[in-house]
């Protein structure tokens, strides 16, 4: 079951030790999310030496690991400690993901042919290589999508390369120190809600601003590709997209499926960001991973749903009102 959950956290500078236990907690709020960086965040109100330790936070320098029921959950760098005029602290960090925001291409690499999740794990090591705050990749499975691509020394960010690939077929999450990468269509199960699981309703949402029935991709030179056309249902929506990576025609057809894939038809998302997860769901926490599915039975809305859905985003939030867990989903294969 989920469980109700207590939240301890600490600082840990990058070669290990404890800078500072945070005793006592007034909030702490954590993340998980697909494709892209999450999110932590912390209050505390210091007591005893715990005052001058926490004054003692820098950026980029120390972690933020959260722990639930005495299990680590989320660790990040901190990213904009603030230290207010009431005595109480407030440490804002993001996952380990950020880093790659902060790194570059270190050599010019070229692919032929290679899987995306090669790619994509090239890239991260890569970025790491120069100075690893300590983390490791683990290729769930293969995308069995082959392309080639190609990034020059110094030339852009690694993480929006890594974000350029996610929109071709590549998922990808980060779990403390561990970055997962899963092909787009992967659907691993890791139990199932119904509408008792929450207890202060859903919202369901079909998002017509990422609807498109014809998707172009433009790549290098006079690379070219496109997916799809006039929809029998909705008629012709349109987008282009420039990926300068992609070097060959295949790769762009492909980047253009993916992207018709998650775009048509139109998305539609289970959203509990407003509400909250029963404690007795029969789901784990540490199961919530962004890129799995759980089996979602609602007839709560005018929209009914029964399937397997995708998690996109998990968010945990403990304050004086309790503990409150959160989950956006999606059609799974979307």
Known sequence: ???????????????????????????????????????????VQPDGDCCEAMG????????????????????????VPEWNADSTVGV??????????????HESREFIGRDLSNIAEWLIEDGFRPDDPGHSVQVVAPTRIRGNREYEQNIGQTGDHLRDLAATGLDYTAVGSRILLMPEDFCG???????????????????????????????RDDVLAEAGGKHSYYGLLERYVEETSILDSPSAEAAARSRLRTSSP????????????????????????????????????????????????????????????????????A
């Open 266 to 333: 139109a998305p539609v998302f289970v959203d509990s960001q407003q509400t909250t997860l029963s404690p007795e769901a029969a789901v784990d926490i540490a199961s919530l991973v962004p890129g799995w599915c759980v089996d979602v039975m609602t007839t709560s809305t005018c929209r009914n749903i029964g399937q397997a859905l995708k998690i996109l985003g998990l968010k945990v939030v403990e304050d004086g009102d309790g503990e409150r867990v959160s989950v956006q989903l999606t059609p799974a294969g």
């Open 1 to 43: 079951m989920l469980g109700c959950g207590r939240h301890t956290a600490r600082i840990v500078d990058r070669d290990g030790a404890v800078v500072a236990n945070a005793d006592v907690l007034l909030e702490v709020e954590w993340q998980r999310t697909l494709d892209d960086v999450s999110e932590a965040r912390i209050v």
């Open 189 to 219: 199960r890791v139990g199932s809600l119904t509408d008792a699981d929450f207890p202060d309703g859903l919202v369901i949402v079909e998002d017509g601003l990422a609807l498109a029935t014809r998707w172009i991709v433009q790549g």
């Open 92 to 105: 804002r960090a993001f996952d380990i993901l950020a880093w790659l925001d902060r790194r570059v291409p």
């Open 56 to 79: 003692r936070v820098r950026s980029w320098r120390h972690d933020l690991v959260i722990y639930r029921n005495g299990r680590a959950c989320w660790e990040g760098p901190c990213v």
